[in-house]
């Protein structure tokens, strides 16, 4: 698909992108906007590189992934200026100027050092805003103007609603992505350590970790249990459980993927993970648009707490579970979060353009999403149910740890947990499973 795809939806994102920052610029009192890539940094008393991660501001714009220093110039009514940075040197290789389709509709001028920039910009508008790190860049427009709250707010609410270039961008990054996750599975279903599990997906996803959205989480058995785990241990697990949380990156566009394999050793365990997954599925076919995503989340917590119940792990009913707060010992983080250029991407709390906050509900304060669903979102969809040592202290010193059926709990403590993880789009009357319909057609 893809090339093509990306290619033929472009011109009518760039149109978007731009009418979405006309209506923010004249909001916000505007007469146009600079934005920055950012800077190559070195890192602290070394003469090392950190890792380069573009602004995905200007990421929106064109896919200058790998481009310290570049920036674009926009001013409502003109075609935009893009301004990339080529330095002359035989150290690094240049970064490569953008061709044709993502230079058409915008200006290119090319300079060989980040202080020639300010020049190649030429005269600029009056009220300018800027949107970048660079202290080169920001110098051009007063402090109060150097990344205002008011119009980030604005382009943030509007990055949840994503055009078919971005949604094929994440179909990519989605199909990769699977490619690793199947050679994953198949590692560790060989026996593969958390380290040659991670050379397996970054082989098969034809990913280095500089393309990637987020570090790879691998977690096998305990490990399992630590939500964001960034380990690669090189022995052989001794626990037949693996957790793997790893997305791959496309022109900037996330995906977030988590997968949980159990060897057969393991059938409890399989059990349950099986359950999680149909309760996960059953999430999912509720997406749709006018859904508010914290009312998901509690149904979420309905999902689990039926299944601590069915799966004999605590007593009562999954309704008394749910109203004395079990469900939250072992399921600890929000059900997903808005996905794009970043993977937890913005604006996930926000009422309006204008940047009030949507109230979160008493139960769940720290939820990354809280508005109604429409169409066009793209999202996560991610319940979990783990065993973490700190957590489960906690609940043996709380009124509720009375009814934890403990020696079932402590017998599946060293497979450390589950997380299923899939990349929704919301459509027009429900919603596209990418990931799943990602698995259904790469081949094994
Ligand atoms: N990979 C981080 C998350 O799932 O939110
Ligand atoms: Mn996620
Ligand atoms: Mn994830």
Not at 133 to 146: C, G, I, M, S, T
Not at 315 to 320: D, L, V
Request: charged share 20%; hydrophobic share 40%; proline share 8%.
């Amino acid at each position: 698909m893809t090339q093509a795809s990306l290619i033929n939806h472009y011109p009518a994102h760039l149109a978007t992108v731009q009418e979405r920052y006309d209506a923010a610029l004249a909001a916000t009192g505007y007469d146009a906007v600079l934005i920055g890539a950012g800077i190559a940094r070195l890192q602290f008393m070394d003469d090392q590189q950190a890792p380069f991660r573009a602004n995905p501001q200007l990421l929106q714009w064109l896919p200058l992934t790998a481009h310290p220093d570049a920036c674009l110039l926009y001013q409502p009514g003109r075609q935009p200026l893009a301004v990339v940075v080529r330095p002359a040197t035989y150290w690094e290789e240049p970064p490569a100027a953008p061709g044709a389709p993502w230079a058409d509709g915008i200006e290119l001028r090319i300079v060989a050092q980040s202080k020639a920039v300010p020049a190649a910009l030429g005269t600029l508008p009056q009220r300018l805003a800027v949107l970048a790190p660079e202290p080169h860049l920001q110098d051009l427009a007063p402090a109060e103007h150097r990344n205002p709250r008011a119009l980030i707010e604005h382009l943030n609410y509007q990055r949840a609603w994503k055009t078919d270039y971005e949604v094929s961008c994440q179909r990519e990054a989605t199909t990769q992505a699977v490619k690793g996750h199947r050679a994953a599975a198949l590692a560790h279903a060989e026996g593969a350590s958390e380290f040659e599990i991670l050379l397996a997906f970054q082989q098969a996803s034809g990913q280095a970790a500089a393309d990637m959205p987020y570090p790879p989480i691998i977690g096998a058995g305990r490990h399992a249990a630590t939500l964001h785990y960034q380990h690669y241990r090189q022995t052989s697990p001794s626990a037949g459980s693996l957790l793997i949380d790893a997305g791959c990156g496309c022109q900037g566009y996330a995906s977030d993927i988590t997968r949980t394999h159990v060897r057969e050793e393991h059938p409890a365990f399989a059990e349950l993970r099986d359950d999680l997954d149909q309760s996960q599925q059953q999430l999912c076919a509720r997406v749709r648009p006018g859904v508010p995503f914290a009312e998901l989340h509690h149904a979420a917590h309905g999902e689990i707490a039926a299944l601590l119940v069915a799966h004999k792990l605590v007593e009562g009913t999954a309704e008394s579970a749910l109203e004395r707060g079990l469900s939250r010992f072992f399921f600890p983080h929000g059900l997903g979060h808005l996905l794009g250029l970043q993977v937890h991407d913005v604006g996930g709390r926000q009422a309006d353009p204008d940047g009030s906050d949507l109230p979160a509900p008493t139960r769940y304060p720290h939820l990354r999403l809280l508005r109604t669903l429409e169409a066009g979102f793209s999202l996560t969809i991610e319940p979990g149910l783990y065993f973490i040592e700190s957590l489960l202290q906690e609940l043996r010193a709380d009124p509720a740890g009375a009814e934890v059926n403990w020696d079932r709990v402590e017998a599946l403590l060293p497979l450390g947990g589950i997380r299923i993880e899939d990349n929704l789009l919301v459509t027009a009357d429900g919603a596209e499973n990418l990931t799943r319909d990602a698995f259904a057609t790469v081949p094994h």
